[in-house]
């Protein structure tokens, strides 16, 4: 391993990276002699996520793009490459993946592009750790020799895309307490909840927490969650044969009768009748 301030050598200039759909990897601590060449770029999609350190990255008739800790750079095919450690940071950490871009893919690395070929956003916390373990993920299955190892890895790196997505500026980006709250609901909906429950989840008052959902999801926060408990009681009556009880259980209602009143008012049928015109399992 180079030690951190080693001084500098000459760069490596490699060819394009050979065309698979996924190659992940990770580099650790590299040093103010770790820089890497590429004058005509490669085939595919280059991923690069800082862990530790900073990286800069070298472009030609343009200002050198900086990629810290809680920020993820992604360079275009055909996009010449001249990156590395960068001089004042002194080391990098970081995990990288080539890609061939599926089409959804692609929709997921619409990023802001601060110079000609490379798009950047920045990351919270939370974000930047998922991103960096769906990356892990993908290098232990890719080199884990599974059956199926490339679509392990290929389903991790578009988990990474995924996350990525959540924090690109060109959409709303949730505010990292709501998401924290709305990801809580997902996993709980038979739970009882109220904005001041959700809001200890969240780390935030209920007036902020209200604010905040009113503002970014365009309607009241128990709006949303009554929607996602219809929404699955709408397919556990469709796919299942659980009886109406214990439906109304599962998306959070003790009282079965009640439940049906708040089906009939969101979708005009009783849960019966919902269930003998849609079908069950």
Not at 32 to 43: E, F, I
Request: aromatic content about 6%; proline content about 9%; charged content about 20%.
């Amino acid at each position: 391993m180079p030690h951190p301030h080693a001084a500098p050598r000459p760069p490596t200039v490699t060819r394009a990276a050979p065309a698979e759909p996924v190659i992940p990897g990770r580099l650790d601590r590299q040093g103010l002699a770790y820089r890497t060449v590429r004058p005509g770029g490669t085939a595919d999609w280059l991923l690069l996520v800082t862990v530790e350190g900073r990286g800069r990255l070298r472009l030609p008739a343009a200002p050198d793009v900086l990629v810290g800790h809680g920020q993820v750079a992604v360079i275009e095919p055909r996009t010449p490459h001249d990156y590395g450690t960068d001089h004042e940071a002194g080391q990098w950490s970081l995990r990288w993946a080539h890609l061939l871009a599926r089409p959804e893919w692609l929709l997921l690395l619409d990023w802001p592009s601060p110079a000609p070929g490379v798009r950047h956003i920045d990351v919270d916390e939370t974000v930047h750790a998922r991103i960096v373990q769906a990356l892990d993920r993908a290098i232990s299955a890719r080199r884990s020799g599974l059956r199926r190892d490339l679509l392990f890895a290929m389903n991790a790196v578009e988990e990474a895309l995924l996350w990525c997505d959540t924090a690109n500026p060109r959409e709303t980006v949730l505010d990292p307490r709501l998401r924290t709250v709305l990801e809580y609901v997902g996993s709980h909906l038979e739970h009882p909840h109220t904005v001041a429950s959700l809001a200890h989840v969240g780390g935030i008052s209920p007036s902020r927490l209200a604010h905040l959902a009113a503002q970014q999801l365009g309607t009241s926060l128990m709006a949303h969650v009554d929607g996602k408990r219809m929404e699955l009681a709408r397919l556990l009556l469709t796919h299942t044969d659980l009886p109406i009880a214990h439906v109304a259980g599962q998306v959070g209602f003790t009282d079965p009768l009640y439940f049906s009143r708040r089906f009939r008012a969101a979708t005009s049928m009783s849960p019966s009748r919902f269930r003998a015109e849609n079908g069950n399992a």
